[in-house]
């Protein structure tokens, strides 16, 4: 793991945002995923501002989504689709050349988690994987206790991620599963980008950096991955 200590969310995003350029203009033909969420935020808008600055060229590359609450489709309040689709994708002059957005509101769930990883391993492994961590460690929903050799699966949400949900969705939707891709896809990838600002997460990113490696903290997995950066502001990396 390669540390990254920022001043702040900004530098945090700025940082993140040209690690995972870097990595499309030595592979122009990648496959790239990005979270959704409060963290990555700033991340992907400032990845769009170099792609429409022609800093990075993603015409040859194809884009992925990491997760989804079971029963939301990219249109849906909340849904991490809809998050891809105007944080990043809707702001992008000129596209990547390809995007699978998971449909989380598929009426076939069991065939859309086949897709996912039917798509990654038609295109992958992916070539830059940007990941936020759960405040129970999780990376996309692969939740404490997570099976590491699982592809793209279906998973029941823990106490921890349900209890965080309330801020996305309030009493309105009360999702109980999540379809992600899989931790052997996350490990496949060429590099790893995790990124994490606040204080409140200072206590998971040293049980995840500096902690046992173990499926109770998912991202501590990310220990054994041989070309990983995480990327943290100085209130996150508190504890490290």
Same mark, same amino acid.
């Given at each position: $793991?390669?540390?990254?200590?920022?001043?702040?969310? &900004? &530098? $945090?995003?700025?940082?993140?945002?040209?690690?995972?350029?870097?990595?499309?203009?030595?592979?122009?033909?990648?496959?790239?995923?990005?979270?959704?969420?409060?963290?990555?935020?700033? $991340?992907?808008?400032?990845?769009?501002? $170099?792609?429409?600055?022609? &800093?990075?060229? @993603?015409?040859?590359?194809?884009?992925?989504?990491?997760?989804?609450?079971?029963?939301?489709?990219?249109?849906?309040?909340?849904?991490?689709?809809?998050?891809?689709?105007?944080?990043?994708?809707?702001?992008?002059?000129?596209?990547?050349?390809?995007?699978? @957005?998971?449909?989380?509101?598929?009426?076939?769930?069991?065939?859309?988690?086949? *897709?996912?990883?039917?798509? @990654?391993?038609?295109?992958?492994?992916?070539?830059?994987?940007?990941?936020?961590?759960?405040?129970?460690?999780?990376?996309?929903?692969?939740?404490?206790?997570?099976?590491?050799?699982? !592809?793209?699966?279906? @998973?029941?949400?823990?106490?921890?991620?349900?209890?965080?949900?309330?801020?996305?969705?309030?009493?309105?939707?009360?999702?109980?599963?999540?379809? *992600?891709?899989?931790?052997?896809?996350?490990?496949?990838?060429?590099?790893?980008?995790?990124?994490? !600002?606040?204080?409140?997460?200072?206590?998971?990113?040293?049980?995840?950096?500096?902690?046992?490696?173990?499926?109770?903290?998912?991202?501590?997995?990310?220990?054994?991955?041989? !070309?990983?950066?995480?990327?943290?502001?100085?209130?996150?990396?508190?504890?490290?």
């Amino acid at each position: $793991m390669q540390i990254i200590v920022c001043k702040d969310y &900004e &530098e $945090m995003s700025r940082r993140a945002a040209g690690l995972a350029a870097a990595c499309i203009r030595q592979q122009p033909k990648a496959l790239v995923s990005f979270p959704g969420g409060d963290t990555p935020l700033g $991340m992907v808008h400032e990845f769009a501002d $170099m792609v429409n600055r022609d &800093e990075v060229d @993603i015409s040859r590359a194809r884009y992925v989504s990491l997760d989804e609450w079971v029963g939301l489709s990219d249109k849906d309040e909340g849904a991490c689709g809809l998050f891809n689709r105007t944080e990043l994708l809707g702001r992008l002059k000129k596209p990547f050349g390809d995007v699978h @957005i998971i449909n989380g509101a598929a009426a076939d769930i069991e065939s859309e988690r086949a *897709s996912l990883d039917e798509y @990654i391993a038609a295109h992958g492994p992916l070539t830059v994987s940007v990941l936020g961590i759960g405040m129970n460690g999780h990376l996309g929903f692969n939740e404490d206790g997570v099976d590491f050799d699982l !592809n793209a699966h279906i @998973i029941p949400l823990s106490d921890t991620t349900k209890q965080v949900m309330s801020k996305y969705f309030g009493e309105k939707f009360h999702p109980e599963y999540g379809i *992600s891709q899989g931790i052997r896809q996350i490990m496949a990838a060429k590099t790893v980008i995790l990124i994490a !600002n606040g204080a409140h997460k200072a206590d998971i990113i040293q049980q995840a950096v500096r902690g046992e490696v173990s499926p109770h903290v998912p991202a501590s997995v990310l220990q054994n991955h041989p !070309n990983c950066y995480v990327v943290v502001d100085e209130a996150a990396a508190a504890k490290l």
